[in-house]
């Protein structure tokens, strides 16, 4: 029964417990599903059921509704970015041949200059809503789905390159949403501020609350300010997040209320340590990191006692490595010195590869050229740098677009990063490549520091000095000093408006001259130099 979507909302038919909660209305998981099954009469009446079905709204019930309609009727919902704009929204309508897309009338402005062959309707006008009145009370449809049955398109991220659409079968969406859902009980309350465009906010909370009957708080749009006040006033026990969520929360002012709540624990991924330990404090909540992706392949979880940097340790059963990519071996074990200190990054680090998990990886859309370059040589590349310990705990290290090369040696922006977040007052920080115009790579970072913080280059330059982990090549050239580091709609860090900008920005940038030379702050004389030196070089085109 519960082996996919749809027989997990058979099993919530006769509950009766609060279902989906939102500032205005309940609806009992009972209810949820009636609505539901409204929603996949109305899609057997439009003939779109069994086909491809794009969806454009914020968090509202009406999403959740057609989730379960699609789910019923072995429809494929497309979750569609509603962060995405113009050509580069149309082409992911386009790409996974939505045969509808159902939107409402303030997300649809977005639409409106498009060229699409596709109808659009809004789910707020009055014939959608004339038809699923039609549609009351009716029966869910009766045909049994396998779990092999494909359920969702979800895009990644698109921070380091074009999203592509991931397949999500009913079935590896219940499996998922079953092993979340084994924390909560009937009597949890479920915050639910993420995208449910994401996998996230799907696998770890919406689903996990139909496959444990837990009640399910839905917000239309993540807020900051919101949350404290919206996790008292409901009960809240446990929320999810992605990315940058928690320093949001943390940037709210303190209040006297900040422990007054019912958390127990909260699950995400990519929060900073600091970030993590400072909730915990703040809110009393217990924060858990766990690593995985939309394409599900390769998972690691967090364990008791484990080092507050690591990711974890695989799920069992699974033979995950860290690779060198050119040689195809696994890379050496790290070695740390008695502060903890990653000694051997360079030999140590690679991608991190499932070696025998590839049979979980069930592609991408219309997209042989990336299935290809994941399924490499047999196993699922996650596309995700690591390095892993002598206990077998794994690592973060970035992402294995974000390799530099300096002057022939090569390394991960991460473990830059993870040096950079030590330097007092930074709350948060990129590393990326600016080109050399010579030869290989310079090194750039992007500080956002905390409020009231000024940023002193000589405090800088003396904090690297005695970083005995930092490689002789990594010091940044320059340091951008960003008002906010931009994200994607789900809070991950979006590095590519920062690539693309250099230091063709109004935020103030220092720069070295040279490696032993002191900061001075980047000023138009400086850009024109610079300019002209990549000119020079004929370079330009790498600065367009």
């Known amino acids: 029964m519960g082996e996919t979507i749809a027989g997990l909302l058979a099993g919530r038919a006769a509950d009766t417990n609060p279902g989906i909660v939102t500032e205005t209305s309940v609806w009992t998981w009972s209810e949820?599903?009636?609505?539901?099954?409204?929603?996949?009469?109305?899609?057997?009446?439009?003939?779109?059921?069994?086909?491809?079905?794009?969806?454009l709204l914020e968090n509202v019930p009406e999403y959740v509704f057609l989730l379960g309609g699609a789910a019923l009727t072995g429809t494929t919902v497309v979750g569609i970015n509603s962060t995405r704009r113009g050509r580069e929204l149309a082409r992911d309508i386009e790409h996974t041949d939505c045969a509808i897309v159902l939107t409402d009338r303030t997300l649809s402005a977005q639409l409106d200059d498009l060229t699409l062959d596709v109808d659009i309707v809004?789910?707020?006008?009055?014939?959608?809503l004339d038809r699923l009145a039609s549609h009351e009370n009716a029966p869910p449809p009766g045909a049994a789905l396998e779990p092999e049955t494909l359920f969702m398109l979800i895009f990644t991220s698109g921070s380091t390159s074009a999203p592509k659409a991931v397949k999500m079968s009913q079935g590896r969406m219940a499996r998922s949403a079953t092993s979340a859902s084994v924390a909560f009980t009937p009597d949890d309350v479920l915050y639910c501020s993420m995208p449910l465009f994401h996998g996230n906010a799907l696998s770890a909370c919406l689903f996990a609350g139909v496959a444990s009957g837990a009640s399910v708080v839905l917000r239309s749009k993540f807020s900051a300010s919101s949350f404290l006040p919206d996790v008292r006033r409901y009960g809240c026990t446990y929320f999810n997040y992605v990315g940058r969520a928690l320093s949001y929360i943390l940037a709210q002012p303190p209040t006297s209320e900040d422990l007054d709540n019912k958390l127990k624990?909260?699950?995400?991924?990519?929060?900073?340590?600091?970030?993590?330990?400072?909730?915990?404090?703040?809110f009393g909540c217990a924060v858990f990191e766990g690593y995985g992706s939309s394409e599900g392949a390769v998972v690691i979880q967090a364990f008791p006692g484990m080092p507050k940097e690591a990711l974890g340790r695989p799920n069992e059963g699974m033979d995950v490595a860290v690779v060198d990519p050119e040689t195809m071996l696994e890379c050496p074990r790290a070695m740390f010195n008695e502060d903890h200190l990653l000694l051997n990054p360079t030999e140590t680090i690679g991608e991190i590869v499932g070696r025998n998990v590839l049979s979980s990886f069930e592609g991408y859309y219309d997209n042989e050229e990336a299935d290809a370059e994941r399924s490499r040589n047999g196993w699922?590349?996650?596309?995700?740098?690591?390095?892993?310990d002598e206990e077998g705990t794994f690592y973060f290290a970035g992402r294995n677009s974000d390799w530099l090369r300096v002057d022939q040696e090569n390394f991960a922006a991460g473990s830059v990063e993870s040096i950079l977040r030590r330097f007092p007052g930074v709350a948060a920080v990129v590393v990326y490549p600016v080109p050399d115009p010579r030869t290989g790579d310079q090194v750039m970072a992007a500080l956002e520091l905390d409020a009231g913080v000024e940023f002193?280059?000589?405090?800088?330059?003396?904090?690297?000095?005695?970083?005995?982990?930092?490689?002789?090549?990594?010091?940044?050239?320059?340091?951008?000093?960003?008002?906010?580091i931009p994200a994607t709609a789900s809070g991950k860090i979006d590095r590519k408006p920062l690539r693309n900008q250099v230091w063709r920005t109004t935020d103030p940038v220092w720069w070295r001259p040279d490696r032993a030379a002191p900061y001075r702050l980047l000023d138009v004389g400086d850009v024109v130099a610079l300019e002209r030196e990549f000119a020079e070089a004929g370079r330009r085109a790498l600065l367009t």
């Open 32 to 55: 949820v599903v009636s609505e539901c099954s409204s929603r996949a009469a109305v899609f057997e009446e439009l003939g779109v059921a069994g086909k491809h079905v794009g969806v």
């Open 456 to 484: 002193s280059p000589p405090d800088f330059v003396s904090f690297l000095d005695h970083q005995p982990d930092l490689g002789t090549k990594w010091a940044p050239r320059f340091v951008r000093i960003a008002d906010g």
């Open 380 to 388: 699922y590349w996650t596309g995700d740098l690591g390095y892993v």
């Open 122 to 128: 809004c789910v707020d006008e009055a014939a959608w």
């Open 265 to 282: 624990f909260c699950l995400g991924t990519e929060a900073s340590p600091r970030d993590r330990a400072e909730f915990r404090h703040r």
